[in-house]
């Protein structure tokens, strides 16, 4: 079973700096099917990255996803207030704990 | 635009069986692209992903709930559907009806949720 290990568990930036989140998985793991999404209290998780680099429909260009084998990373280039949020990667049914990034 | 949404009980009892809708929208179950299913978070936890059905009949379930677990879809209703069976507070959680596109995993879109709360 494949375990996927995000960190760090807590990003604390402000508006404007780059955030990059890591997702590593416990084995090699195919870049198609590794996903990233945005997830805000009381909101449905949004979709923002699959296949590990290809923005969903509608996603900002400042949110990159890279990686391959098992290390994958989101990076977010220039924060704005309403990308703080957790986010997550998954893999086929497996998900990370997750990343919180805050408010600094 | 596809959109789904949740519907349940909200408080159950233990032992009790949590049944829990979910209607689609904007599209339909029978989209030939597209697998549908269940993920749930329980409070300050990860998510975890439930069971997962192909509107021609085929089902998934997470090994670690699957005696408890019936996953089904009425595509004359656009909706599917989960049973959980003999609820314990381990289940209360918030429960996501998801799309999950075929070939590549990817879950889009997702319900709002729905929160389940076991209590006595």
């Known amino acids: 079973e494949i375990v996927l290990t995000q960190s760090p568990g807590t990003l604390s930036l402000s508006p404007g700096e780059r955030a990059t989140l890591s997702c590593r998985a416990s084995?090699?793991?195919?870049?198609?099917?590794l996903a990233w999404y945005q997830h805000k209290p009381g909101q449905a998780p949004r979709l923002l990255i699959y296949?590990?680099?290809n923005r969903a429909t509608g996603i900002p260009e400042r949110f990159t996803g890279r990686g391959s084998g098992t290390d994958f990373t989101l990076t977010i280039s220039r924060l704005e207030p309403e990308d703080f949020a957790v986010y997550f990667c998954q893999q086929y049914d497996t998900f990370g704990g997750g990343t919180k990034v805050e408010i600094k | 635009q596809l959109q789904l949404q949740e519907s349940g009980p909200g408080l159950m009892k233990p032992s009790e069986t949590l049944s829990l809708t979910c209607t689609v929208s904007?599209?339909?179950?029978?989209?030939?692209?597209?697998?549908w299913g269940w993920i749930r978070q329980p409070p300050g936890k990860g998510l975890e992903w439930i069971a997962t059905i192909y509107y021609g009949g085929s089902t998934y379930y997470n090994p670690s709930l699957k005696s408890r677990v019936t996953i089904s879809v009425d595509t004359s209703k656009n909706q599917f559907s989960l049973k959980l069976s003999s609820v314990t507070a381990a289940d209360t959680a918030i429960y996501y009806c998801t799309r999950r596109n075929y070939g590549d995993y990817r879950i889009d879109p997702w319900g709002q949720g729905s929160l389940v709360t076991v209590s006595s």
């Open positions: 296949g590990a680099s």
């Open positions: 084995q090699t793991v195919s870049s198609s099917y």
């Open positions: 904007g599209g339909s179950i029978t989209s030939s692209s597209s697998y």
